[in-house]
T-cell receptor, first 114, second 115 residues
Framework: QQQVKQSPQSLIVQKGGISIINCAYENTAFDYFPWYQQFPGKGPALLIAIRPDVSEKKEGRFTISFNKSAKQFSLHIMDSQPGDSATYFCAAMPQYSSASKIIFGSGTRLSIRP | DTGVSQDPRHKITKRGQNVTFRCDPISEHNRLYWYRQTLGQGPEFLTYFQNEAQLEKSRLLSDRFSAERPKGSFSTLEIQRTEQGDSAMYLC?????????????FGAGTRLSVL
């Protein structure tokens, strides 16, 4: 049972273009939605995160759009650069767990073409 | 570097052998997590420690798996009688319950290959 569904599985974008990754969830008990970036041979690193009480959060070239009624959220990377090539995971964290465990999507492998 | 460190980075073992991994969290972090990541998938939660207490375990953590954090600092994850299905990247993360407890910092992982 996949609690956070992510698409696409892989994405190729030209340098300077916009990269868009989409995620959906079912469990309304989730109350924190982080995005993680993972480079080969490294662990995931927090990129940006949002809570469901806001519809958008922007940090530099990275923006999360959040639609609470549709239970969907997406990551937009503006002016995509070759250094952005990595695997991106959307995630959710349930408020019912004292462990603050992260529930990850399946990942999107992003390649930025020079 | 004061991040989360994991040892070894790679482990190759034969089916049926026991293996043990170590995780050293960020020094001031009292929360420690283990995750497992298989190829092409996102990490999956295995277990969580608050100080030395193991407070939550996933159903993924079969009885062949055991994790400890004896003094509330480093942690070990042991897999007994390894199976080929145990091949994966084992990630450790840590966080603090002060400030934003939602932010977890990950180590680079231990890649286990069971032959």
């Amino acid at each position: 049972q996949q609690q956070v569904k992510q698409s696409p599985q892989s994405l190729i974008v030209q340098k300077g273009g916009i990269s868009i990754i989409n995620c959906a969830y079912e469990n309304t008990a989730f109350d924190y939605f982080p995005w993680y970036q993972q480079f080969p041979g490294k662990g995931p690193a927090l990129l940006i995160a949002i809570r469901p009480d806001v519809s958008e959060k922007k940090e530099g070239r990275f923006t999360i759009s959040f639609n609470k009624s549709a239970k969907q959220f997406s990551l937009h990377i503006m002016d995509s650069q070759p250094g952005d090539s990595a695997t991106y995971f959307c995630a959710a964290m349930p408020q019912y767990s004292s462990a603050s465990k992260i529930i990850f999507g399946s990942g999107t492998r992003l390649s930025i073409r020079p | 570097d004061t991040g989360v460190s994991q040892d070894p980075r790679h482990k190759i073992t034969k089916r049926g052998q026991n293996v043990t991994f170590r995780c050293d969290p960020i020094s001031e972090h009292n929360r420690l997590y283990w995750y497992r990541q298989t190829l092409g998938q996102g990490p999956e939660f295995l277990t969580y420690f608050q100080n030395e207490a193991q407070l939550e375990k996933s159903r993924l953590l079969s009885d062949r798996f055991s994790a400890e954090r004896p003094k509330g600092s480093f942690s070990t994850l042991e897999i007994q009688r390894t199976e080929q299905g145990d091949s994966a990247m084992y990630l450790c993360a840590s966080s603090s319950d002060r400030g934003d407890k939602n932010i977890q910092y990950f180590g680079a992982g231990t890649r286990l290959s069971v032959l």
